[in-house]
């Protein structure tokens, strides 16, 4: 099995986080640049059919893409220490806190820094008001996702999942453009310094 990613980038780092917590090692890793347009190739799209990264290759030849997949899977084949679920109402959870998570944060952060970093604009016709308009969308996100941390440690509950991995890694990524969460979401804020000192926050960046 071989893994494309791509260091820095936050879908990739979604992947190399998982296969961290899981102690994952017998997976081949192979890294894409995407500044230089490694994943626009003949070989790289004839293999993985869409100029993305993540893309998790299967020995059976399939190709998995989407990061929250390629993690799900993972998980089925190391199923401890479990990110995803383990009964139909803690699955259900943390699906809708992973969605919320994609959707309301780490979505408007990773478009905020797509279309107003420089280093970017090699992969984006940017736009500084879709920029500005994703800024904004995530800032009037950051209150709720406070008051669920204020009852929880954890974004879906009293231990990590896939949920705080995503939300977390668009919150970094976007560090990229100043983007700081403001003392105002104190819980945000706590959570956040009890993921960065996780060993996994160290993978893939
Ligand atoms: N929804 C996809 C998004 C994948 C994605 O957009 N990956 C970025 C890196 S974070 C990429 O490959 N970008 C290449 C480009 O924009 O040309 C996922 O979660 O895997």
Redesign the pocket.
Known sequence: MKVYL?KR??????VAWVMAEKGITDVEVIDID?LQGE??TEAFLGKVGI????ALELDSGTVI??????CRYLESLHPDPNLFGTSPEDEAVIEMWTRRAELMLAMPL?LTV?HSHPALAV??KQSPEIAERNRGAAEKSLRFFDRQLAAHPFIAGDRITMADIVAFIGFDFARMVRFTIPDTTPNLQRWADAMRARPAAAVGV
């Open positions: 791509s980038a936050p879908n990739p780092r979604r995407l994943h626009r100029g993305n990264v993540p893409t989407e990061s929250v997949a390629v990773m797509r992969l984006e």
